[in-house]
C-alpha cells in the first residue's frame, strides 16, 4: 500500500529525484501545487526552522504527511553566506546569474575558495508532529569565478569538485545524485523512514 507524500516544492528536478528514491518504500510523491498550495514563508536564519516551517505549511495546507528541504552553498570565508539567503543572494527577483556574480565577486579579494552544499529535509506526519523526521548532507568543494558546464542550477557552474576536477555542473545528474548533498539527505532519510 503506497501512502501519499507532499513535496513542500514545485521543482520538478527535486520531485523526480525524491520520487524515485522514495517509491520504493510506499511514497507517492505529489508536488504542493497539484493541491494549489502556495510556497511558504522563509523567514528563519536556519536550514532546518525553514524546511520544518514549509512542511508544516504543506501538511497544514493539504491534510497529508510533507516533506520539504532547504538547501544552500555556505562559503568558509564569507562565514557561511550565502547560507540560506543562496536562492536570493543578489537580492529579487532570484536570479542564478546575479546570484553566481555576486559570489564571485565577494569573494575575490580572498585566498580561501573553500565552500560546500548543504541540504537538511523534514518529513511530517501531520502539521503538527511532534517529531519531525530530520536528515541532512553535506557536500565539500570549492567556488571557481569562470563557470564551467551546463548541468544542474544555482552555483552548480561555480562549484568545483576538487577530487573529480569538475564543478557539479559538469556531472551527469546521475553521478551528480549519487554524491550531491540532497542525494545523501535523502538517502539518510530513507533509512530513518524504513
Not at 68 to 97: I, M, W
Not at 173 to 192: C, D, T, Y
Request: charged content about 20%; some cysteine; aromatic content about 8%.
Amino acid at each position: 500500500m503506497t501512502q501519499r507524500l507532499i513535496l513542500a516544492s514545485n521543482n520538478a528536478g527535486k520531485l523526480k529525484e525524491f520520487a524515485q528514491l522514495l517509491a520504493p518504500i510506499g511514497f507517492d510523491l505529489h508536488p504542493q501545487g497539484e493541491f494549489d498550495v502556495p510556497e511558504a514563508e522563509e523567514p528563519f536564519g536556519t536550514f532546518v526552522e525553514n524546511a520544518l516551517a514549509k512542511a508544516r505549511h504543506a501538511a497544514r495546507l493539504t491534510g497529508l504527511p510533507a516533506l520539504a528541504d532547504d538547501s544552500g552553498v555556505c562559503v568558509n570565508a564569507l562565514g557561511g553566506a550565502p547560507g540560506v539567503y543562496s536562492a536570493r543572494y543578489a537580492g529579487e527577483p532570484k536570479s542564478d546569474a546575479r546570484n553566481n556574480e555576486k559570489l564571485v565577486a565577494d569573494l575575490a579579494g580572498h585566498a580561501d575558495k573553500s565552500a560546500y552544499y548543504y541540504c537538511v529535509l523534514v518529513y511530517v506526519r501531520h502539521a503538527d508532529d511532534p517529531q519531525p523526521v530530520i536528515a541532512d548532507g553535506t557536500w565539500a568543494g570549492e567556488i571557481i569565478a569562470e563557470p564551467r558546464g551546463a548541468n544542474g542550477f544555482g552555483y552548480d557552474p561555480h562549484f568545483l569538485i576538487p577530487s573529480l576536477g569538475k564543478t557539479t555542473a559538469e556531472l551527469d545528474p546521475a553521478q551528480k545524485n549519487g554524491m550531491s548533498h540532497r542525494g545523501q539527505a535523502l538517502r539518510a532519510l530513507v533509512e530513518k523512514l524504513k
